[in-house]
């Protein structure tokens, strides 16, 4: 079996300019996020150390917000490419457990306004966008992108975006982490 090839990543990734928040327009759905997400954005904040970004995920299902924060930081700090690894702490409701997954920005446009991010085992890919909404052109762009990075984009599922977006507070929250049991065992 050929090996496939080393991914691309963005060089030079701007942090501060990449800090706030991205809606999820597409994703490989993984384990850890409701099947019936809708809504799902990522909100980025640099730390005072300058070196490690808060991350809080969020996504709605069933009318309840689901959230989970954690830590990004650069996977080799001494390297300008965009492979940051994103460290969890779970259960969201007993946070004990670390989790860490890889975090690689293989595209950013030049505003910032929209990215793919992977990993190095392709078996996540996030479409993201600083609006709800994308335009199909670009949202094309980025499926090509994937493609030529090794990922099977028929395995994309977009993601239910509401405009305007429910706003973190206005719904009730799951605060016993329930999503987070149920997609253990696929649900």
Known sequence: ?????????VKGLDIPKYMGRWYEIASVQSFFQPKDGQD??????????????????ETWSKGKRDSIEGTAYKADANSDEAKLKVKFYVPPF????????NYWVLFVDEEY?????????RKFLWILCRQPHMDDEIYNQLLERAK????????LHKTPQNDPPPEGNATPEDKKGIW???????K
């Not at 799902?40 to 995920?57: C, E, K, M, Q, W």
């Not at 007993?94 to 997954?101: A, E």
């Open 1 to 9: 079996m050929a090996k496939a090839k080393e991914m691309s990543v």
């Open 180 to 186: 987070w049991i149920k997609s253990l065992i696929g």
């Open 94 to 101: 007993l946070p004990i457990f670390p989790v860490v997954g």
């Open 40 to 57: 799902t954005r990522a909100t980025y904040t640099l730390n005072s150390d300058g070196a490690t970004v808060h991350v809080l995920n």
């Open 113 to 121: 306004q929209y990215a793919l991010v992977g990993e190095p085992a």
């Open 148 to 155: 030529e990075e090794g990922y099977d984009v028929a395995k």
